[in-house]
């Protein structure tokens, strides 16, 4: 038996104005969607109630892990997909390099929570900008900070032990929640926030005026311009996958932080040229990735995907309709097809990690609709939607769902 869960990043919504009050997923024609739900379709708390809503705690909870016992924030998973080892003591952050606007800090907004997409050569520019300013290196140096840049948007930083404060307890706005906002009320509060608000200060007087945002600037597009750091925390163990299920696991994904829950749970999470995070990323090659997986041994591919969710931040309705296109045609049609030929007995889970809301451009811990699709069980289809599972029984505990794919 083969198995595949196909993580699509954000795809359940609420209503939608533009949509006629409908979401995205009870607006679309998404046949492969429907013919899974043939299978069996229900709804799933991914986020425990009073935790965070976003990827880092429902991609816990769909590997199999408690997000209560085991998260201690978004960057410590995220460190360790890009190879950032903690040691004890240290906090690590993830870094945002998003866009401002605004000629001086105190009264900026944020119009990105990803530089405006900035990222290659661009971003690795921007990031030795950074790295060669000097009132940047002194905010760096007062709070004991290391930054580790990525080419996306996505970096870390690491505060060395004995110069944060004791439990991390900064409060941290998350970026992708408050675009279009002033930043004032929500930057950083709490012990040591005085000294990473001077930081991103420091980061916004580096690249405000860098020529890269100038040229950005002449062409209309918002600039790459301030760090933000959030996320904060210590680093995490996880359950050894294959110890706890006895199934070789593979996980395809374009974020760090995918690579990192699977890193931590000691499976291997291969880097696909091509895959993006984005709309344009390589569906085919991400497919084939897990596919290959599979024909070599694996018992299960995770299969994520996160063009919607990124489309959703962005509030642009039609991206997050066309990646639900791309992922019915691109991702689940071709796997229908090519699962028989590597084995007769497969199931598939698709769901949702968490709703993103195109009306808030942020997540939402509501309980989110997921379905199993059994080769041997053909089923007429059912519609695919947030509306269709409401009529279902929830599973109250996501960490179970594997418990449930694996019966
Ligand atoms: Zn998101």
């Not at 190879?83 to 004890?88: A, I």
């Not at 929570?113 to 940047?136: I, K, Q, R, S, Y």
């Not at 994520?304 to 309709?321: F, L, N, R, S, Y």
């Amino acid at each position: 038996m083969k198995y595949v869960v196909v993580i699509a990043d954000g795809i359940a919504d609420g209503p939608v104005d533009a949509l006629g009050g409908l979401t995205p997923l009870e607006s679309l024609h998404l046949p492969h969607f429907d013919a899974l739900a043939g299978g069996y379709l229900g709804r799933v708390r991914t986020v425990p109630e009073g935790l965070p809503p976003g990827s880092d705690t429902a991609i816990l909870s769909i590997f199999g892990n408690d997000p209560r016992r085991c998260y201690t924030g978004r960057s410590p998973l995220e460190a360790a997909g890009s190879g950032v080892t903690l040691s004890p003591g240290e906090i690590s952050f993830r870094v945002n390099m998003t866009s401002l606007e605004g000629t001086d800090f105190a009264h900026a907004r944020i119009l990105s929570h990803n530089g405006g997409g900035v990222e290659g050569e661009d971003m690795d520019a921007l990031t030795a900008a950074l790295a060669a300013d000097a009132g940047v290196a002194a905010a760096a140096q007062a709070l004991g900070l290391t930054l580790h840049p990525t080419r996306s948007f996505r970096h870390v930083g690491v505060i060395e032990a004995g110069k944060a404060p004791p439990d991390a307890a900064y409060r941290l706005a998350e970026p992708h929640n408050i675009l279009g906002q002033p930043i004032a009320p929500h930057l950083p509060q709490g012990a040591g926030a005085e000294e990473l608000r001077a930081y991103m200060a420091a980061s916004y007087a580096a690249l405000r005026d860098h020529p890269l945002n100038r040229a950005r600037a002449a062409r209309g597009l918002p600039g790459a311009n301030c760090l933000w750091p959030w996320g904060a925390g210590r680093a995490t163990q996880l359950a050894d996958f294959y110890d706890k299920y006895g199934k070789r696991a593979v996980a395809i994904s374009a974020v760090p932080l995918v690579w990192g829950i699977a890193a931590l749970a000691g499976m291997p999470a291969p880097r696909v040229p091509g895959a993006t995070g984005g709309l344009d990323t390589d569906y085919a090659a991400k497919l084939a990735a897990a596919l290959a997986a599979l024909a070599a041994g694996a018992d299960i591919a995770f299969l994520h995907i996160e063009a919607p969710d990124e489309c959703a931040h962005a509030g642009d309705v039609a991206g997050k309709c066309e990646a639900l296109r791309r992922i019915d045609a691109r991702v689940l049609a071709p796997l229908l097809n090519a699962l028989p030929h590597i084995d007769p007995d497969f199931r598939i889970l698709l769901l949702s990690d968490h709703p993103t809301l195109l009306s808030t451009r942020g997540h939402d811990g509501a309980p989110v609709p997921y379905c199993i699709y059994e080769s041997r069980r053909p089923a007429p289809p059912r519609k695919f939607s947030e509306a269709e599972a409401s009529k279902e029984p929830l599973l109250e505990e996501g960490s179970e769902l594997l418990a449930l794919l694996f019966a």
